[in-house]
């Protein structure tokens, strides 16, 4: 096998980037069935994701250690929202406090953002729509971005140092399925991770902690993520603005806000296509 994939290599029929990608994923495959070695290695990953989520943990405590005193009312209604009610009553604590402690709020919107998006935890949407309630438009759409954007390259940095065992174990056959897209997207990577966060395609965890696997440079990931989350945080803030009038996350999306976002995707996507195309008739 490995003078096989050295002959190809040296008759050029394979990239190396692309051959090297692969190579791993076969080699995790051919040996995952072993016990001792892949067992290990997820245990001990394991145990440094729980130790990294308990510092942060620690750094979100301390955050909100620096909130306002709240009563045992207000108390109950500060926590991550798991619906259209929690948000509503989540506003109406932090739109009473925003403007006398506007620093402290922000930061414990950011840090809670962020948390959500490092590990992959539901509730993010949610505050997406709590911010176009909270702040102007323009900050609103800056401050989803940047929380998107940060917590999405923690969580690719993660799977960089703790999450290629699971990765390789339990996802190994839809990570080589993706990374032959990646390949063929290669030098239009950026316009790729727009088009992939617009549309539904693929989950938004999934594309993070595969992407250190199948070679995806952090910069590119981090502006095809701060860009491409865009266009769906646009509808959520919008439907931020009338948060009371909303009883499920579903009505933040309506046939336009849809009818945009397809938009948006196919204008994402519209560069690689020309240039594909431009390509095949110099050649």
Same mark, same amino acid.
């Given at each position: ?25 076969? !080699?995790?495959? @051919?040996?995952?069935?072993?016990? @001792? ?11 440094? $994701? ?5 510092? @942060?943990?620690? %750094? ?13 009312? !207000? ?9 259209? !009610?929690?948000?509503?009553? $989540?506003?109406?604590? $932090? ?8 620093? !402290? ?19 993010? %949407?949610?505050?997406?729509?709590? @911010? ?17 954007? *940060? ?19 339990? *996802? ?73 009038? *909303?009883t499920t996350a579903g009505e933040a999306v309506s046939w336009n806000s849809l009818a945009v976002l397809g938009v948006l995707a196919v204008l994402s996507i519209l560069p690689v296509c020309f240039q594909k195309k431009l390509q095949e008739k110099l050649e």
């Amino acid at each position: 096998m490995a003078k096989k994939r050295r002959d190809r290599r040296e008759a050029g029929v394979v990239p190396l980037a692309h051959e090297e990608q692969h190579e791993k994923l076969e !080699e995790v495959n @051919s040996t995952k069935d072993t016990p @001792s070695a892949p067992g290990g290695s997820a245990r001990m990953s394991l145990l440094i $994701l729980l130790s990294i989520f308990t510092c @942060s943990a620690s %750094i979100m405590y301390l955050v909100y250690s620096y909130f306002p005193e709240l009563n045992d009312d !207000e108390m109950e209604k500060i926590k991550i929202p798991k619906d259209m !009610e929690d948000a509503k009553a $989540l506003g109406t604590v $932090l739109s009473k406090y925003k403007d006398t402690y506007y620093t !402290e709020v922000l930061m414990a919107y950011f840090t809670t953002y962020i948390f959500l998006q490092t590990f992959a935890i539901p509730g993010s %949407i949610f505050l997406s729509i709590l @911010s176009g309630y909270l702040y102007p438009f323009p900050l609103a759409l800056f401050l989803v971005c940047l929380c998107s954007g *940060l917590g999405a390259s923690f969580c690719y940095m993660l799977s960089y140092l703790v999450g290629r065992p699971v990765v390789y174990r339990y *996802l190994s056959e839809r990570a080589k399925k993706w990374s032959q897209q990646v390949d063929k997207h290669r030098k239009h990577l950026i316009n790729y991770i727009i088009f992939l966060r617009i549309t539904p395609f693929l989950p938004n965890w999934f594309i993070n902690i595969t992407s250190p696997v199948i070679n995806v440079p952090l910069g590119v990931f981090f502006l095809g993520t701060f860009l491409g989350v865009a266009p769906p945080s646009f509808v959520a803030i919008n439907a931020g603005t009338t948060l009371y009038k *909303l009883t499920t996350a579903g009505e933040a999306v309506s046939w336009n806000s849809l009818a945009v976002l397809g938009v948006l995707a196919v204008l994402s996507i519209l560069p690689v296509c020309f240039q594909k195309k431009l390509q095949e008739k110099l050649e």
